[in-house]
């Protein structure tokens, strides 16, 4: 797997960067908590320390649960209960106080991997809302038998919002699918291409607005 370590004890670090690639793994090492933003995109397992320099315990879990659902396993110094209760309600999938033996954060490591692919399911390839279809892999869409035309941007949201047809999808994860980060700058420019998207399908309700989080496909 690639693993996204964030990490300022460099000696740690390297510690487990060597322990992960003895394991066959692909680990990227980093030492803020903005770089875990930046990056999550190109991992597919984040091991995240809460005490670094530039941001404060819980902010980056918390940010990156705004955008993305990828595994995140919590490496700490700090042996609080409350903390560890407060991560995992939060979003964290494993928690571990160090120090640890790498044995077990190996295994750890597997058993998140292994829950995460029970989880997740092969994308439709084609997803039906109401009367309107999208082909995600053809990237065509029509409403009542009719083609639809949209841009690319129009298109990557409504293909955002068919991949979680029926569930909520906050701004935040929108932005980061479409532009690839979550800017709150494009917040004004998510709006308006909603507001061109639901122009054109025509079909008021399909696109449900979520007050303060984001929007839902519906049908």
């Not at 397992?45 to 993305?68: G, S, Y």
């Not at 039906?128 to 949209?150: F, H, W, Y």
């Not at 479409?178 to 025509?202: E, N």
Request: net charge positive; charged share 25%; with cysteine.
């Amino acid at each position: 797997m690639r693993i996204l370590l964030i990490e300022d004890n460099l000696q740690f670090a390297r510690s487990v960067a060597n322990a992960l690639v003895q394991t066959g793994h692909r680990p990227t090492c980093v030492t803020r908590g903005a770089d875990a933003l930046k990056q999550h995109r190109d991992a597919d397992l984040v091991l995240l320390d809460l005490l670094l320099p530039d941001c404060d315990n819980l902010d980056v879990l918390r940010k990156l649960r705004q955008v993305t659902d990828i595994p995140v396993l919590l490496l700490t110094a700090v042996d609080d209960w409350q903390m560890a209760v407060r991560a995992l309600r939060l979003g964290a999938d494993d928690y571990l106080v160090k120090p640890v033996r790498q044995a077990e954060l190996l295994a750890r490591i597997e058993a998140v991997a292994r829950r995460s692919r029970i989880r997740s399911e092969p994308p439709p390839r084609t997803v039906l809302a109401a009367d309107v279809e999208i082909d995600l892999a053809a990237r065509r869409v029509t409403a009542g038998g009719s083609q639809i035309v949209l841009t690319g941007m129009e298109f990557r949201l409504l293909a955002a919002l068919a991949g979680r047809h029926g569930l909520a999808v906050s701004r935040e994860q929108l932005m980061d699918e479409v532009w690839g980060g979550a800017d709150p700058a494009r917040a004004r420019a998510l709006g308006v291409h909603m507001t061109s998207l639901r122009k054109k399908l025509d079909r008021p309700g399909l696109i449900t607005t979520i007050h303060g989080y984001g929007y839902r496909l519906e049908g």
